[in-house]
């Protein structure tokens, strides 16, 4: 059974960082492409970063460039999100997704997400 | 970026009834639509990609239907496990942009 299991989730402070970790189980890791998802209170999902299958290629939307990593270790099936110089509009729970496929592919399989509040 | 605009935004309706979500695309997306189920306390679960392709798993009762920048999701027969909240999703270009949900809730 594939899961994804977020954590590292917190109260912090506007300009501060924080790291996010996602553990992955029940399929082979290292295969496919992995993302980061967001969903503010009461409002829609917004994609966050996809990292390749290496981790050589990472791709952000501009409102996360520059301040967030994307990151994975294939041998302990674990992706990371680097968030840094965070803002109170990254208030948001955050999900671990996986592609179905390539990165220009849906999300197959979620975590249930880590809470993250930017709060002085 | 691709705006999504999905309709209605809350839907009532009773078991057995069927639904039908609507969603539009600002620019022709071909057939990279996807549709998700969110419920409370569970994972978000991927139903419909490739605009019609039914994921494995996912009830006969679903259909999604439309190509280009109009599509939609129905669902036949309406189970009390499928009040929940839809989401569709473009994965076409990047950035990967989400509807802002309908709502299906036990009239």
């Known amino acids: 059974e594939v899961q994804l299991v977020e954590s590292g989730g917190g109260l912090v402070q506007p300009g501060r960082s924080l790291k996010l970790s996602c553990a992955a189980s029940?399929?082979?890791?290292?295969?496919?492409?992995m993302a980061w998802v967001r969903q503010a209170p009461k409002k829609g999902l917004e994609w966050v970063a996809t990292i390749s299958t290496s981790g050589s290629r990472t791709y952000y939307p501009d409102s996360v460039k520059g301040r967030f990593t994307i990151s994975r270790d294939n041998a302990k099936s674990s992706l990371y999100l680097q968030m840094n110089s965070l803002k109170s509009e990254d208030t948001a729970t955050y999900y671990c997704?996986?592609?179905?496929?390539?990165?220009?592919?849906?999300?197959?399989?979620w975590g249930q997400g880590v809470m993250v509040t930017v709060s002085s | 970026d691709v705006q999504m605009t999905q309709s209605p935004s809350y839907l009532a309706a009773s078991p057995g009834e069927s639904v039908s979500i609507s969603c539009k695309a600002s620019k022709s997306i071909s057939n990279n639509l996807a549709w998700y189920q969110e419920k409370p306390g569970k994972a978000n679960k991927l139903l419909i990609h490739?605009?019609?392709t039914l994921q494995s798993g996912t009830p006969s009762r679903f259909s999604g239907s439309g190509s280009g920048t109009d599509f939609t999701l129905t669902i036949r027969s309406l189970e009390s496990e499928d009040f929940a909240v839809y989401y569709c999703?473009?994965?076409?270009?990047?950035?990967?942009?989400f509807g802002s949900g309908t709502k299906l809730e036990i009239k």
């Open positions: 997704a996986r592609h179905l496929y390539y990165y220009s592919s849906p999300f197959d399989y």
């Open positions: 999703q473009q994965y076409n270009e990047y950035p990967p942009t």
């Open positions: 029940g399929f082979t890791f290292s295969n496919y492409y």
């Open positions: 490739s605009g019609s």
